[in-house]
């Protein structure tokens, strides 16, 4: 179970780790109770700053994804976030929808954007859904 | 003749193993640098071949210098003068060892490649008290322990000369007058080494562990595995050398209080066993490590992945690890085996402030005693 960052991607390190951590969340792999690293390992171990995770924990303790316990570190507190309740079903439609523009704008064929959209799917849901 | 041989001969052996450690990590520590196997393999193998030549030339002109003044003034062992003559070329071997290594690594430098930019790293927790058995903690603090009670309790009956050194068949060779320094130098060098081997078993805990991005989980299993061997390596090295210098500190009393001199065979025993096994443990462990970061290398190209940001941490041809950016008290060497310190750590100066104990201690129990 591990988490990945990019440098050359254009957003920022603490949203790539918020996201990757969400990713684990929803699949399953990281499930509620379950602690994360301290901190300073997973920023050693990234070789980024201290405070990029620290922000990234304390966002996703927003979201009502963590629960960090001041000794104990980050733990997984929910496998949905609060955002479904404040931001409708519309609003995530369009995140989606944007995702896929930016796909088909970018000249992939219809065929392997349904191929990369079922192979998420199946790896956040599992293969038998 | 016999010294003058071994002289040489450790000579030899500084310079092997001086060749060696440019190319022990391959292409991603070649010099201290990360740099792409065609470079290594085509400049820098003439590189490592001037290295080389240089080295040994250099090592052994200091050598022969050493000898010849040493020979020319006749210092012996039995007058016990070679000593001087010898530590002095040693110094000086590795001060010329550190000048070549320099300029070679100043030559590989501007061939360096970036880090990497996608990295991984695992979500799974590493933490002090995951490797931490009380029982085990209980019996080491109880050997470190030991002597100090015995000591202590037979301090009035020992001789107003204690033995200090002690030759292959255990028979004491050296005496000095009973002083607290000379009785409890070894336990207290002893009490020392204990927390030195728990800070180098907590580096390898909290070493950094950076993923390549593409068969992460495989390469990590790998990772762990030897980090593990190491950890246990620690334990081992703590277990074994609490017992040899508890061994060597009770031997003291063994060797001086009639009353427990059936304890002395014992003790020696005890002394070689440890040294055997130490050595023993260490060829093993070298053996497994070398294995281990073999099958790291056929996965991501080398035994450690580094990002951009500890590449830009690296001094002194790859010796030297400072960069106040890193959140890593200790990390992976980049020339060797093991891990060494962050010095732009915040943290280190604890660290240092703990090995300079251990020096004063050695001041205050051998020179000042």
Avoid at chain 1, 85 to 106: I, K, N, Q
Avoid at chain 2, 216 to 236: F, T
Avoid at chain 2, 320 to 340: C, H, M, Q, S, W
């Amino acid at each position: 179970m591990h988490i990945s960052v990019d440098t050359n991607d254009r957003r920022p390190i603490y949203e790539q780790v918020m996201d990757e951590i969400r990713n684990l969340i929803a699949r399953g792999e990281l499930r509620e109770g379950a602690a994360l690293p301290p901190v300073r390992q997973l920023a050693a171990d990234l070789g980024v700053n201290l405070n990029t995770i620290a922000t990234a924990y304390r966002e996703l303790q927003a979201e009502g994804l963590l629960t960090i316990r001041h000794g104990s570190g980050a733990v997984v507190a929910a496998r949905t976030t609060r955002e479904t309740g404040e931001v409708s079903a519309d609003e995530l439609r369009r995140t989606l929808r944007g995702a896929l523009t930016r796909m088909a704008l970018a000249g992939m064929p219809r065929a392997v954007i349904l191929s990369a959209v079922t192979e998420e799917l199946r790896a956040l849901f599992g293969r038998g859904r | 003749m016999q010294l003058y041989v071994m002289w040489f001969v450790e000579t030899l052996l500084l310079a092997g193993m001086l060749s060696w450690l440019p190319v022990m990590r391959g292409a991603a520590g070649f010099f201290g640098v990360n740099v792409s196997p065609d470079y290594l393999a085509q400049t820098g193998r003439v590189l490592l071949r001037a290295y080389r030549r240089r080295l040994l030339i250099t090592l052994l002109a200091l050598t022969a210098v050493g000898m010849g003044l040493a020979w020319a003034t006749s210092t012996t062992w039995q007058n016990g003068r070679l000593m001087t003559p010898f530590g002095v070329t040693m110094t000086l071997n590795l001060l010329a060892a550190a000048i070549v290594y320099r300029q070679a690594a100043r030559a590989a430098r501007p061939h360096a490649i970036a880090g990497a930019t996608r990295v991984a790293a695992s979500m799974r927790t590493r933490r002090l008290r995951d490797f931490t058995f009380p029982g085990y903690e209980a019996l080491l603090v109880a050997l470190t322990l030991a002597p100090f009670a015995v000591l202590w309790f037979y301090y009035d009956l020992l001789p107003p000369r204690v033995p200090t050194h002690y030759d292959f068949a255990g028979r004491p060779d050296a005496w000095r007058g009973k002083t607290w320094q000379t009785v409890f130098a070894t336990p207290l060098i002893s009490l020392w080494m204990q927390g030195l081997l728990l800070i180098a078993k907590y580096s390898f805990i909290g070493m950094r562990i950076t993923l390549p991005v593409d068969r992460s989980e495989e390469y990590r299993a790998l990772k762990e595995q030897a980090l593990g061997l190491w950890i246990r390596g620690a334990d081992g090295a703590r277990a074994l050398l609490g017992l040899m210098l508890s061994a060597l500190a009770m031997n003291v009393a063994f060797s001086s209080v009639p009353a427990l001199s059936a304890w002395r065979p014992v003790a020696m025993v005890t002394v070689w066993f440890v040294t055997i096994a130490l050595i023993a443990g260490l060829a093993w462990a070298l053996w497994q490590t070398l294995r281990l970061n073999a099958q790291m290398e056929q996965i991501a190209g080398a035994a450690f992945v580094t990002s951009a940001m500890e590449e830009r941490g690296w001094r002194a041809g790859g010796l030297i690890y400072y960069n106040p950016a890193d959140p890593a008290l200790f990390v992976e060497k980049r020339i060797g085996l093991g891990a060494t310190v962050n010095f732009g750590h915040k943290s280190v100066w604890w660290l240092l402030a703990y090995m300079a104990l251990g020096l004063a201690l050695s001041f205050i129990f051998t020179i000042a005693a």
